[in-house]
């Protein structure tokens, strides 16, 4: 049994327990409540921090794992590069990542078992993309017509109409994947001269959240384009990506789907960073990109959207950027670990997580100062001295 002492904060979004305690027995949480309302419990573990916060762990709800060299690079070599960087995440104070298209859902039960060290996954497996769209690998590139499709398919298998639609979302759900991932527009990196590209029909899109739907799942959306978030809030899917081009009636789309925005800010961040090293054309749509992106994003306060923190990025460690940028445009410190911990949760369909409370998985981080002064804490893997997941110690600096 193990006893945290220090403040807490529950991931609920209410007030701090300035002198709080957590404890945990075996891979669950027995109670959270003040240090001088604690029973006693002999023989447990005291681990207290001076000035310390007790937090769930966090959750990145948009990377992707053994996505970038095209046809130059194996499963296996992408796994073997994942696996150092998801135990940084972890060390990083995550906890649990949904992976928006990627290698995880072939290694989720690995880690599952123990065998190496990782935030719990939760993955989409291969997205499913239209022909020339975001996510098809042969986009851009000369091949002969009459190919058979899919046939170099790497992270997104593609298809046209809504049978093929519905085809391929059997498919990657039978593989195991916890969710579909679709686009509904172009990215900002795809081989297309505008950020204004719609993708997949109505039809397509309505039948990939009907299938989805039949696995008990839910259907995402990489979504830049107006056009294309407008697209995927009218067809039922839950959770928009990246939401870069939002404007009031998009807004009101997404407000009555109830569905969620995930922004994506910090890749869109780094890449607006060193948009003059790259490409002209992409650097030019990168830029385009998010100076609406920042612009907009008031919009999605004013409409009370459900927020989640993701980074898009392959698949970190730096994640907790993303909380940084959330305050930095305007989110209360306290919304922005909510975004990380309690709606993550909630976007992975997930009750035993998100949260600090009794009866939950005890997924929690021990942070050295107070985030809730500066969000910038959680950048620094020093200033996280302990991770717990299911209960077992994955890091514990002491010195």
């Not at 060290?117 to 022909?131: E, L």
């Not at 790497?154 to 639609?165: I, K, Q, R, S």
């Not at 907009?296 to 993701?310: M, P, Q």
Request: some cysteine; hydrophobic content about 40%.
């Amino acid at each position: 049994m193990l006893i945290f002492k220090g403040r807490v904060i529950d991931g609920s979004g209410t007030e701090p327990i300035e002198k709080g305690a957590v404890v945990v027995d075996g891979e669950k949480i027995v109670c959270v409540c003040r240090q001088n309302e604690l029973q006693e419990y002999p023989g447990a573990e005291v681990i207290e921090i001076d000035n310390g916060t007790i937090l769930p762990g966090l959750i990145d709800l948009h990377v992707h794992m053994g996505v970038g060299k095209t046809f130059t690079m194996s499963p296996h070599e992408a796994t073997v590069r994942a696996l150092p960087k998801l135990k940084a995440m972890l060390d990083s104070g995550y906890t649990a990542i949904r992976e928006c298209g990627g290698i995880g859902v072939y290694i989720r039960s690995a880690q599952e078992e123990g065998l190496f060290d990782s935030p719990r996954i939760n993955s989409a497996g291969q997205g499913v993309f239209q022909t020339g769209g975001h996510g098809d690998a042969l986009n851009g590139l000369y091949v002969p017509a009459n190919i058979q499709k899919n046939l170099f398919a790497t992270w997104g298998l593609c298809a046209d109409g809504e049978g093929e639609v519905r085809q391929q979302c059997r498919y990657t759900l039978s593989q195991g994947a916890d969710f579909v991932k679709i686009a509904t527009s172009s990215g900002v990196n795809s081989k297309c001269k505008t950020v204004d590209k719609v993708e997949f029909s109505e039809a397509e899109v309505r039948a990939a959240v009907e299938e989805a739907a039949h696995f008990g799942t839910y259907v995402s959306s990489h979504a830049v384009s107006n056009g294309g978030i407008k697209l995927a809030a009218r067809c039922g899917v839950r959770t928009i990506e990246h939401a870069t081009f939002l404007d009031e009636e998009a807004a009101e789309l997404i407000a009555k789907a109830d569905a969620y925005v995930i922004p994506t800010f910090a890749l869109a961040k780094v890449q607006y960073d060193m948009r003059d090293k790259l490409d002209p054309l992409v650097g030019k749509k990168i830029a385009i990109a998010y100076e609406a992106h920042v612009r907009t994003f008031e919009l999605a306060f004013r409409y009370n959207l459900k927020i989640g923190a993701g980074t898009d990025f392959f698949p970190g460690p730096d994640n907790s950027m993303e909380l940084e940028l959330l305050v930095e445009l305007g989110m209360s410190p306290m919304a922005a670990i909510q975004a990380a911990t309690k709606t993550g949760a909630e976007v992975l369909m997930r009750d035993d997580i998100g949260t600090l409370a009794s009866g939950k998985l005890a997924d929690l981080i021990v942070v050295d100062g107070n985030p809730l002064d500066d969000i910038r804490i959680l950048r620094n893997p020093q200033r996280i001295r302990l991770v717990l997941q299911g209960g077992k110690i994955k890091k514990h600096l002491t010195a």
